[in-house]
């Protein structure tokens, strides 16, 4: 029962090193699409109405 606690416990750790290194390659390539999003996120642009 021990091996099998050991053998989770390494399981668990590999699978979220793959989902942690998939989430850093993502964010190396896509660099400048999560950055856009984030900008559209935090700076909304107000339209002003002007008049002539």
């Not at 090193?17 to 999560?34: K, P």
């Amino acid at each position: 029962m021990d091996r099998l606690k050991t053998f989770g416990i390494w399981l668990l750790i590999i699978i979220a090193f793959y989902i942690y290194s998939q989430g850093i390659i993502y964010m190396y390539f896509h660099g400048r699409d999560i950055g856009l999003k984030i900008y559209e996120m935090t700076h909304k642009e107000q339209v002003i109405n002007e008049k002539k």
